[in-house]
Nanobody, 125 residues
Framework: QVQLVESGGELVQIGGSLRLSCATS????????MAWFRRAPGKERAFVAG????????YYEDAVKGRFTLSRDNAKNTVYLQMNSLKPEDTAVYYC??????????????????WGQGTQVTVSS
């Protein structure tokens, strides 16, 4: 069993920045592709960004390309989502996910085995 704990979500102004963190209890962190998903009010959970086991490759949903950056520190068993130029439509609960099966471009939630509890990001004027 792998536990994921997200942090960093908060209320931020339009155009502002946040960095979300996801710390894991994985014994071998590099066994897992990692991703962030988000659930906006009234919407389904949606893929935001994914990263390969080595951290070499990343993949982003079109709406966040150029604004969000996903990285991982395999020595600290942690992934980070740097979010810049935030917009009201980025308001959502953000979830970290880990998969031993998925590739770094896998966007389907069903492919991810472990999930964090979520962290709320609210972008407002």
């Amino acid at each position: 069993q792998v536990q994921l704990v997200e942090s960093g979500g908060e209320l931020v102004q339009i155009g502002g920045s946040l960095r979300l963190s996801c710390a894991t209890s994985a014994r071998t962190f590099t066994d897992y592709a990692m991703a962030w998903f988000r659930r906006a009010p009234g919407k389904e959970r949606a893929f935001v960004a994914g990263i390969s086991r080595s951290g070499t490759n990343t993949y982003y949903e079109d709406a966040v390309k150029g604004r969000f950056t996903l990285s991982r520190d395999n020595a600290k068993n942690t992934v980070y989502l740097q979010m810049n130029s935030l917009k009201p439509e980025d308001t959502a609960v953000y979830y970290c996910a880990a998969s031993a099966r998925a590739k770094w471009k896998s966007t389907a939630p069903v492919l991810y085995d472990y999930w964090g509890q979520g962290t709320q990001v609210t972008v407002s004027s």
